[in-house]
């Protein structure tokens, strides 16, 4: 997921910001920037205007809404409450690809996983969280490493958490049917053990082979409300997701994901993102935007 960034009401409320079949005013953006934040974190400013305006006209129209005005007060009342998830959906961008900046994977594999496997081996537990996952190809790319050194690790206690904010990228997700052009940065050998090709609505599409699903859970899961988490996790990927929050929240973040990690566990962010905060005194930066849990835990933190 990626998110946008704030807005306020300091000029005129009634400026048209962005113009077509609906107009959107300054006050109109003010509304649905305050409820995007106070629902996921997400910042909106008046420089996506046009954005805004793009992704939810056709969301208005498809209402039967008559513009702008009654859109932000029908996802302001209760009765509005799936048009207000819809247009968390409509909001955030799922930009990802196998095996994106791969050193992560690397990383993973060479210095991570090999301990991890001697453990599940030895009948112990693995836990790797894949946060705001989009449509599945970092948790199948996380998946597709694990396996490249335990082919049977789904026999084990060896799971992937898969989460994301967007219940409908996540069904995307589930279903694991991608482009043959998505498949470019996935290894000739790699593709053809683990890959089906399968037609999906009239189109040919790569489909992530059952033995790989098997590893992972898809959960919808808001990273700004509570985390119903169990148990810790001994690696988290969490990339490109929360450079796009306000200051205060990212140090929330980070210092929540160090109350989930245990001394030695590693935490891989994106190519822009440092960690901040108290937690930055918990991680030690190992790698390019690769962290790993060196202090005492700072407890969960909903």
Not at 115 to 124: F, Y
Not at 261 to 280: D, T, W
Request: with cysteine.
């Amino acid at each position: 997921m990626i998110a946008l960034g704030a807005t306020d009401l300091r000029q005129s409320p009634d400026e048209v910001l962005a113009s077509g079949e609906y107009p959107l005013t300054r006050r109109d953006l003010s509304e649905i920037a305050a409820m995007i934040y106070s629902d996921a974190g997400i910042f909106l400013n008046e420089t996506k205007a046009s954005l805004v305006y793009s992704r939810l006209s056709k969301h208005i129209r498809s209402l039967g809404l008559s513009g702008f005005r009654e859109y932000c007060a029908l996802v302001a009342s209760p009765a509005g409450a799936q048009a207000r998830r819809e247009m968390l959906s409509h909001l955030t961008t799922n930009f990802t690809r196998f095996f994106r900046e791969n050193h992560h994977f690397e990383h993973l594999r060479n210095e991570v996983l090999p301990k991890l496997v001697e453990r599940a081996r030895s009948g112990g537990r693995v836990r790797i969280w894949s946060a705001a996952c989009s449509d599945g190809q970092e948790p199948y790319s996380i998946a597709l490493t694990v396996l490249s050194l335990m082919p049977n690790a789904a026999d084990y206690d060896f799971r992937i958490l898969a989460t994301d904010i967007d219940p409908k990228i996540l069904s995307l997700a589930r279903v694991g049917a991608y482009d043959e052009t998505a498949l470019e940065t996935v290894a000739p050998a790699m593709r053809k053990q683990w890959f089906q090709e399968v037609e999906v609505q009239g189109r040919r599409k790569f489909q992530v082979d059952d033995r790989v699903k098997r590893l992972i859970t898809f959960n919808e899961l808001n990273l700004m409300a509570q985390w119903p988490f169990k148990g810790d996790f001994d690696v988290i990927f969490c990339r490109n997701v929360v450079i796009y929050f306000d200051e205060p929240t990212q140090m929330k973040i980070w210092s929540r994901f160090a109350g989930l990690l245990p001394e030695g566990g590693f935490l891989y962010i994106g190519h822009s993102e440092r960690v901040s905060g108290e937690a930055k005194n918990l991680f030690d930066n190992t790698g390019i935007t690769t962290y790993r849990h060196i202090g005492k835990s700072m407890g969960r933190k909903a």
